[in-house]
């Protein structure tokens, strides 16, 4: 399939509306799927809101904005996206969730239909298994905020073919995405990375080697880190950086990946971060 024609977002949340964004805002038509009436609103009207801020900083005209949102749809139903070419789920990071996701999009979708996940920790083999179509199964990894930051993991299942490859960095490439190719391997490149991180900056706060002040601002001003480890963490989700350290710490059974009490702590008691008001920081104020 050379050209991407229609594509489909399964998740209206941050990262799902925020890739929708960047495919309209690259002249496709996108359909944004969420099962939830009221999240599916709240996603369309968060690209609504980041669209009026490009154009009050004037790095869109209004023109330009009535034009993204008109390739812009949403729907509830996911036989909605039977007639996208390529379609990128973008669910909650659950592993039976995405399967089931997967399963029920690969019964809609045309057989020639690409199917993508926005996973940061769940194997795509294992995703791809799970369907009729494996060759045409891929990871393509956005990082957060979608229209905002450059990079994207282009993760190759080992089913996936060089077809699909080729055209899925042609698509990302086209979304105006700097790429990184990575195996399928727990974390891939960047969480495999961050991840170990933000969970060790987690033990020196636990410690009591600094404040979450003291931390972060060694991370910026010693290592010129834009953000702070706990900034960081807040704004990607406690429950979800733990997550992917309990799956790094399972499939890769080291110690050193063992995700630290604190932060078992903060997720236990809602402390999620930005989503929940707060985290290491409180945003209520």
Known sequence: MDTIRCIGVVGAGQMGSGIAQV??????????????????????????????????????????????????????????????????????EDLEVKVALFRALDASLAPGAILATNTSSIPVTRLAGATARPERVIGLHFMNPVPVMKLVEVVRALQTSDATYKTTCELAERLGKALITTKDMPGFI????????????????????????????????GLNHPMGPFELADLIGLDTCLYIAEVLHQELGEDKYRP??????????????????????????
């Open 260 to 285: 630290a009490t604190l932060l078992r702590n903060y997720v236990s008691a809602g402390w999620l971060g930005r989503k929940t008001g707060k985290g290491f920081y409180d945003y209520a104020k």
């Open 190 to 221: 960047v969480n495999r990375m961050l991840i170990p991180f933000l969970n060790e900056a987690c033990f020196a706060l636990q410690e009591g080697l600094g404040t979450v002040q003291d931390i972060d601002q060694g991370a910026k001003l």
């Open 23 to 92: 495919a309209a805002q690259a002249g496709i038509e996108v359909l944004l799927h969420d099962a939830s009436g009221p999240a599916l609103a709240r996603g369309l009207a968060a690209i609504e809101s980041n669209l009026e801020r490009s154009v009050q900083k004037e790095k869109l005209t209004g023109e330009q904005r009535n034009a993204v949102i008109a390739r812009l749809r949403g729907a509830t139903r996911l036989d909605d996206l039977a007639s996208c070419d390529f379609v990128i789920e973008a669910a909650t």
